[in-house]
């Protein structure tokens, strides 16, 4: 057997029972993890409620799901064989192509054979004496490890919403992270979509096209910007192989590891109409450089906000051809930006056409679900589908649904319950030898790059306890308390801070989801991957070890 961490004997239960380490999650997280944990000589196993690999690649088929960061930056960066050996099809990767894409990760590093599938976590339970993890399945199984790392994912723990009668409906009901392996036809049907998030704003149009009418129910208008998507040939992925180093070189200089950065200028300094010239420009170009490629102040300024949100106004009003669906898709409770912008592709020219309703909850709101469809304060609808767009419990959801317990049985959503605590996103306070991927209070962006970034840094830590022949690692509580409120502190210019969203910890459909919480690192990427850095050369005294 290789060497491992676990070289001191193992208390209570047999060698060939206890894992080095168990991962909840086979995602991009999950995937990339097992690779490097098992470069480390860790005998791992995974566990995945889905029935293969991918994650949010593999749960989110809607139609129109894809990417709204770059295909040729979003890939895993540590194969330069992996690299030279797939080719994107698009600019920005519809989900199918992406699926594929970590299938043949999977298969090229024969991942699946150390990952159990359609294995539900339940539970998580340390064992003080026994200084080792044990997981409990929905089936009943338990298993047990000595480190147990989470790569669930920031958005993983789907939510239906909290309206009487969502069970009631008598036809066919998805959510877009459950939707079905065999595409939903919806030609000549009656659908219903409730919510006009992210997912439901790429999701509208695709099914706009097939159904014979579609009602669209909106409580919360959302800001959103055009992908312009484009077709990747052979010679201009050619050309994108050729530049790996410098395109991954591009993300790890920039705020949130995506290629765009903030333009250094004020809004308000420059002249109007050359601001608008720019605003022109980079509104028809294509990604995220219309919000991330923006002045510097347009998340910080609230006058710098207004002029960049009326300019957004505009295009929708220009898009839109009925000034009163142009008006009641405009939020008026937010500014452009201050909520995670979504990448469109057709979606206002959706509400031009004659087969598609626009109905505004704060005008005539839901009653309930009723067997037939919908019942809202004025009328009734009937559908034969329904789709429940409502996203997600995000970032504390995924872990709150597994009952993770400490030493003394302390929970982890007890102690979570006014907002996560943990240092750097690698562990949270309180519970040994439990480590996180892109955990609450990481810098998060481009998830691929987080993800690469993240695991490394709990790479080096396994290895800097290898060489110490430590066998626990817990945070120190100044630590932690030091890193929540430079977290805290990083937050509060930003005018997100002050916008609901499932970024705040806001959520309508999950119950107790009504305060605002700090859930990720919002200040500067680079300067969060530079501190990361330090911890590691300076001997990662921010942790207890024994």
């Known amino acids: 057997m290789p060497d491992t961490l676990l070289a001191a004997e193992r208390p209570a239960q047999s060698e060939s029972s206890i894992l080095d380490a168990i991962i909840i999650g086979a995602g991009i997280s999950g995937m990339y993890l097992l690779y490097r944990l098992r470069q480390l000589g860790?005998?791992?196993?995974?566990?995945?409620?889905?029935?293969?690999?991918?994650?949010?690649?593999?749960?989110?088929?809607?139609?129109?799901?894809?990417?709204?960061?770059?295909?040729?930056?979003?890939?895993?960066?540590?194969?330069?064989?992996?690299?030279?050996?797939?080719?994107?099809?698009?600019?920005f990767s519809p989900q199918p192509d992406t699926l594929e894409y970590l299938n043949l990760v999977a298969d090229k590093f024969d991942l699946r054979r150390d990952i159990r599938f359609d294995n539900t976590v339940t539970a998580a339970q340390w064992n003080d004496s026994a200084n080792h993890?044990?997981?409990?399945?929905?089936?009943?199984?338990?298993?047990?490890?000595?480190?147990?790392?989470?790569?669930?994912?920031?958005?993983?723990?789907?939510?239906?919403?909290?309206?009487?009668?969502?069970?009631?409906?008598?036809?066919?009901?998805?959510?877009?992270?459950?939707?079905?392996?065999?595409?939903?036809?919806?030609?000549?049907?009656?659908?219903?979509?409730?919510?006009?998030?992210?997912?439901a704003i790429q999701a509208i149009p695709e099914i706009a096209k097939q159904a014979a009418h579609l009602t669209v129910f909106q409580r919360r208008p959302n800001w959103a910007a055009p992908l312009h998507n484009a077709r990747?040939?052979?010679?201009e992925m050619a050309g994108i192989k050729t530049r790996y180093d410098e395109i991954?070189?591009?993300?790890?200089?920039?705020?949130?590891?995506?290629?765009?950065?903030?333009?250094?200028?004020?809004?308000?300094?420059?002249p109007p109409e050359e601001r608008e010239a720019f605003w022109e420009k980079l509104y028809a170009e294509p990604g995220f450089g219309i919000w991330m490629g923006n002045f510097r102040d347009i998340l910080i300024d609230e006058a710098a906000n207004a002029a960049v949100t009326e300019f957004i106004a505009r295009k929708i009003r220009q898009r839109v051809t009925d000034p009163k669906v142009a008006d009641k898709l405009i939020p008026k409770d937010h500014g452009f930006g201050t909520r995670r912008v979504p990448l469109e592709s057709g979606y206002f020219e959706a509400y031009n056409r004659d087969n598609v309703q626009l109905v505004d909850l704060n005008e005539t709101p839901i009653d309930c679900i009723t067997p037939d469809g919908v019942k809202t304060s004025e009328r009734d609808y009937a559908f034969d589908i329904m789709v429940y767009a409502t996203g997600f419990d995000g970032v504390t959801g995924a872990f709150d649904r597994i009952d993770i317990r400490g030493p003394g049985g302390v929970r982890l959503r007890d102690i979570w319950a006014d907002g996560p605590r943990t240092y750097l996103g690698w562990q949270p306070e309180g519970f040994p030898n439990l480590l996180m991927v892109l955990g609450p209070h990481t810098a998060r962006g481009n998830i691929p790059r987080a993800v690469e970034h993240g695991v490394e840094c709990l790479a080096g830590l396994l290895e800097f306890m290898r060489r110490h022949d430590y066998r626990r690692v817990e945070t120190r509580a100044d630590s932690v308390a030091e890193w929540t409120d430079i977290v805290i502190k990083a937050s509060e210019p930003l005018l997100a801070s002050k916008i609901d969203s499932w970024q705040t910890g806001v959520n309508r459909n999950v119950e107790g989801r009504n305060v605002r919480r700090v859930l990720g690192y919002n200040g500067n990427g680079v300067h969060y991957r530079r501190k990361c850095d330090e911890v590691a050369a300076n001997g990662y005294q921010e942790f207890a070890f024994r």
């Not at 995506?258 to 333009?263: G, N, R, V």
């Open 42 to 91: 860790m005998r791992t196993r995974v566990f995945e409620a889905g029935g293969d690999v991918g994650g949010t690649w593999y749960w989110n088929r809607y139609p129109g799901a894809r990417f709204d960061s770059e295909s040729w930056t979003y890939g895993y960066s540590f194969s330069k064989e992996l690299l030279q050996e797939w080719d994107w099809k698009e600019h």
């Open 133 to 199: 993890w044990t997981v409990t399945l929905e089936s009943g199984e338990q298993a047990s490890a000595t480190f147990l790392f989470t790569a669930v994912g920031i958005l993983s723990a789907h939510t239906l919403p909290r309206i009487p009668g969502v069970e009631s409906f008598r036809g066919p009901a998805y959510h877009p992270a459950r939707w079905p392996h065999i595409p939903v036809d919806f030609t000549g049907k009656r659908v219903g979509v409730i919510g006009t998030g992210a997912t």
């Open 232 to 235: 990747i040939d052979k010679a």
């Open 248 to 270: 991954y070189a591009r993300c790890r200089e920039t705020p949130s590891w995506f290629i765009h950065s903030a333009d250094p200028r004020k809004t308000l300094d420059v």
